[in-house]
């Protein structure tokens, strides 16, 4: 398996999909890029103007200070690969509505098989929401470290929202700094933060739970009420280096 090449060709197919509405806003899609063995992967909310108009992920000015403070903790662009939840930019940067992540899954979940990263860092609320649970909160679960399916998941916030307010753009070059200290160093099996019990679910409605048919777990999470516009393993301890 080339990884490159199919990511490549999978990139052809979100430039020209129609599964959703989006597709009848957009000037292009924008379906990430980066190194195809990428250990770790960023993963944010959806295209803005910029991304809309360029057909690359986060090169605006929330996406410039991304990149820059990445930068500023060992951690460049060529490094990593950088994509979105939904590849098409919603009208006027609202929140990607239900069905539009839903369309989208798929690309995303072909993008992590077939770059396979050890870490996954998802960016702001809608991202952590779809990628590890729909309960989750960005403000109480960022810089911890969740795992699901075997990826260790290091949500922190939005870059935009760095950018709407001081107090939260000390919070999230805090979040960076967490994340350089996780990537290089290993994290140790006390460190991951169990899903539910983040959650507050006990063993027991747990299991009341998936007797309902319940799943908190879901890979596609409903569209998220606070965003910020713009897996288990078998244990042991894992490193980016």
């Known amino acids: ?29 924008v379906p ?5 063995s990428a250990k770790i992967m960023f993963v944010g909310e959806g295209p803005g103007q910029q991304e809309d108009e360029s057909g690359r992920p986060f090169v605006g000015k929330s996406g410039q200070l991304l990149t ?44 992590i098989a077939l770059i396979d990263p050890k870490f996954i860092v998802p960016v702001g609320g809608p991202s952590l929401q779809t990628l590890v649970s729909k309960k989750l909160k960005i403000t109480a679960s960022r810089s911890k470290v969740f795992r699901k399916e075997g990826i260790l998941f290091i949500p922190i916030l939005h870059p935009s929202a760095a950018l709407r307010a001081p107090g939260t753009m000390q919070m999230f070059l805090e979040d ?15 460190e991951i933060t169990d899903i539910e019990s983040s959650l507050g679910i006990t063993s027991e409605n747990a299991t009341q739970n998936a007797g309902s048919g319940a799943n908190s777990h879901s890979q596609t ?8 516009a713009s897996g288990e393993d078998d244990g042991g301890t894992l490193s980016l280096f």
Do not use: W
């Open 1 to 29: 398996m080339n990884p490159a090449r199919l990511l490549h060709e999978l990139g052809d197919e979100i430039r020209v999909c129609t599964l959703c509405r989006l597709a009848q806003t957009r000037t292009y899609a």
């Open 176 to 190: 960076l700094q967490n994340l350089r200290d996780f990537l290089a160093r290993e994290i140790e099996e006390n």
């Open 221 to 228: 999470g409903a569209a998220p009420s606070n965003s910020q």
């Open 32 to 36: 990430g890029e980066g190194d195809a």
């Open 68 to 111: 820059r403070e990445l930068g500023k903790i060992g951690v460049s662009r060529e490094q990593i690969f950088i994509t979105n939840i939904v590849k098409c930019r919603p009208p006027g940067n609202r929140v990607p509505l239900a069905d539009e992540i839903e369309a989208c899954n798929d690309y995303l979940m072909a993008q």
